[in-house]
Protein backbone atom coordinates (compact mmCIF):
# COMPACT_ATOMS: atom_id res chain seq x y z
CA UNK A 1 0.00 0.00 0.00
CA UNK A 2 1.13 3.23 -0.64
CA UNK A 3 -1.02 6.93 0.49
CA UNK A 4 -0.15 9.66 -1.86
CA UNK A 5 -1.83 12.91 -1.76
CA UNK A 6 -5.13 12.96 -3.79
CA UNK A 7 -5.00 14.95 -7.36
CA UNK A 8 -8.04 15.92 -9.69
CA UNK A 9 -7.83 13.04 -11.76
CA UNK A 10 -8.55 10.82 -8.36
CA UNK A 11 -11.73 12.29 -8.32
CA UNK A 12 -13.84 9.86 -10.39
CA UNK A 13 -11.95 6.88 -8.44
CA UNK A 14 -12.55 8.35 -5.25
CA UNK A 15 -16.50 8.97 -5.94
CA UNK A 16 -16.75 5.04 -7.02
CA UNK A 17 -15.62 3.83 -3.69
CA UNK A 18 -17.72 5.94 -1.81
CA UNK A 19 -20.20 5.01 -3.51
CA UNK A 20 -19.74 1.43 -3.48
CA UNK A 21 -19.50 1.58 0.00
CA UNK A 22 -22.36 3.88 0.31
CA UNK A 23 -24.40 1.02 1.97
CA UNK A 24 -22.85 1.24 5.29
CA UNK A 25 -23.56 4.65 5.86
CA UNK A 26 -27.17 5.38 4.53
CA UNK A 27 -30.49 4.17 6.81
CA UNK A 28 -31.81 2.69 3.27
CA UNK A 29 -29.18 0.34 2.19
CA UNK A 30 -30.62 1.93 -1.29
CA UNK A 31 -29.90 5.55 -0.22
CA UNK A 32 -33.49 6.71 -0.33
CA UNK A 33 -33.43 9.78 2.03
CA UNK A 34 -29.74 10.32 1.59
CA UNK A 35 -30.30 11.78 -2.19
CA UNK A 36 -28.51 14.75 -1.08
CA UNK A 37 -25.35 13.76 0.43
CA UNK A 38 -25.05 10.83 -2.26
CA UNK A 39 -25.29 14.02 -4.84
CA UNK A 40 -22.29 15.51 -2.75
CA UNK A 41 -20.05 11.89 -3.51
CA UNK A 42 -20.17 12.58 -7.42
CA UNK A 43 -17.49 12.98 -9.28
CA UNK A 44 -17.51 16.75 -9.91
CA UNK A 45 -18.79 17.63 -5.85
CA UNK A 46 -15.43 15.18 -4.51
CA UNK A 47 -13.56 17.63 -7.75
CA UNK A 48 -14.66 20.34 -6.11
CA UNK A 49 -14.04 19.40 -2.47
CA UNK A 50 -9.76 18.46 -4.11
CA UNK A 51 -9.48 22.06 -5.42
CA UNK A 52 -10.60 23.85 -2.03
CA UNK A 53 -7.95 24.67 0.52
CA UNK A 54 -10.18 23.59 4.00
CA UNK A 55 -10.26 19.90 2.21
CA UNK A 56 -7.03 17.55 2.62
CA UNK A 57 -7.34 14.36 0.77
CA UNK A 58 -5.44 10.73 0.34
CA UNK A 59 -5.62 8.26 -1.49
CA UNK A 60 -4.32 4.47 -0.88
CA UNK A 61 -3.06 2.54 -3.60
CA UNK A 62 -2.41 -0.70 -4.22
CA UNK A 63 -0.65 -2.63 -7.32
CA UNK A 64 1.37 -2.15 -10.47
CA UNK A 65 -1.73 0.42 -11.92
CA UNK A 66 -2.07 2.18 -8.71
CA UNK A 67 -5.62 1.25 -7.57
CA UNK A 68 -7.41 3.06 -5.77
CA UNK A 69 -8.67 1.52 -2.49
CA UNK A 70 -8.82 3.88 0.41
CA UNK A 71 -9.60 7.60 0.72
CA UNK A 72 -9.40 9.94 3.61
CA UNK A 73 -10.50 13.44 3.76
CA UNK A 74 -9.27 16.35 6.16
CA UNK A 75 -11.43 19.29 6.65
CA UNK A 76 -9.78 22.54 8.04
CA UNK A 77 -7.02 20.39 9.84
CA UNK A 78 -9.61 19.19 12.68
CA UNK A 79 -12.30 17.50 11.19
CA UNK A 80 -12.03 13.61 9.40
CA UNK A 81 -14.64 14.36 6.63
CA UNK A 82 -14.19 10.75 4.57
CA UNK A 83 -12.03 7.56 5.25
CA UNK A 84 -13.24 4.76 3.05
CA UNK A 85 -11.33 1.45 2.83
CA UNK A 86 -12.88 -0.61 -0.80
CA UNK A 87 -14.99 -3.42 0.58
CA UNK A 88 -12.43 -6.23 -0.42
CA UNK A 89 -9.72 -4.42 1.37
CA UNK A 90 -11.57 -3.66 4.45
CA UNK A 91 -10.21 -5.32 7.66
CA UNK A 92 -6.69 -5.11 6.55
CA UNK A 93 -5.51 -2.65 8.57
CA UNK A 94 -6.06 0.18 5.70
CA UNK A 95 -8.40 2.52 7.40
CA UNK A 96 -5.99 2.14 10.34
CA UNK A 97 -3.31 3.39 8.40
CA UNK A 98 -4.83 6.27 6.66
CA UNK A 99 -6.06 7.36 9.23
CA UNK A 100 -2.43 7.42 11.19
CA UNK A 101 -1.03 9.00 8.05
CA UNK A 102 -3.80 12.07 8.21
CA UNK A 103 -2.85 12.38 11.87
CA UNK A 104 0.99 12.54 11.29
CA UNK A 105 0.63 15.66 9.04
CA UNK A 106 -2.07 17.19 12.24
CA UNK A 107 -0.02 19.45 14.85
CA UNK A 108 0.96 18.02 18.27
CA UNK A 109 -2.08 17.88 20.20
CA UNK A 110 -4.60 18.55 17.60
CA UNK A 111 -8.40 17.39 18.42
CA UNK A 112 -9.71 15.44 15.51
CA UNK A 113 -13.34 15.40 15.13
CA UNK A 114 -16.01 12.81 13.44
CA UNK A 115 -19.02 12.05 12.48
CA UNK A 116 -19.28 7.88 13.09
CA UNK A 117 -21.37 5.85 11.48
CA UNK A 118 -22.83 3.29 12.99
CA UNK A 119 -20.52 0.60 11.33
CA UNK A 120 -17.61 2.61 11.81
CA UNK A 121 -18.33 3.51 15.53
CA UNK A 122 -16.16 0.46 16.80
CA UNK A 123 -12.51 1.47 14.40
CA UNK A 124 -12.83 4.53 15.61
CA UNK A 125 -12.97 3.54 19.35
CA UNK A 126 -10.06 1.52 18.47
CA UNK A 127 -8.40 4.45 17.61
CA UNK A 128 -8.75 6.44 20.39
CA UNK A 129 -11.92 8.18 19.91
CA UNK A 130 -14.81 8.94 22.19
CA UNK A 131 -18.47 9.55 21.48
CA UNK A 132 -19.29 12.96 22.16
CA UNK A 133 -23.05 12.44 21.90
CA UNK A 134 -26.33 10.48 21.22
CA UNK A 135 -26.44 8.51 17.62
CA UNK A 136 -28.15 11.00 15.29
CA UNK A 137 -30.30 9.97 12.39
CA UNK A 138 -30.84 13.07 9.67
CA UNK A 139 -31.24 13.20 6.14
CA UNK A 140 -30.89 9.56 5.17
CA UNK A 141 -28.17 8.95 6.98
CA UNK A 142 -26.57 7.79 10.69
CA UNK A 143 -24.03 8.64 12.87
CA UNK A 144 -22.56 9.51 16.04
CA UNK A 145 -20.13 12.64 17.03
CA UNK A 146 -17.07 11.38 18.25
CA UNK A 147 -13.45 13.58 19.20
CA UNK A 148 -10.05 12.40 19.19
CA UNK A 149 -7.46 14.16 21.31
CA UNK A 150 -6.37 15.87 24.69
CA UNK A 151 -8.95 18.23 24.67
CA UNK A 152 -12.36 15.66 24.53
CA UNK A 153 -15.15 18.94 25.75
Do not use: C, K
Not at 23 to 34: C, E, N, Q, S, V
Amino acid sequence: MHIRPAISEDAPAISELILSVAHFFTLDPAGRGAEDFLQSLQPAAVAARLATAAFTTWVAVEGDHDDLVGVIVVRDGIHLFHLFVAEPFQRRGWARQLWLHALSQAPQGTRMTVNATPFARGFYERMGFIATGPLVQTHGIAFVPMVHGSARG
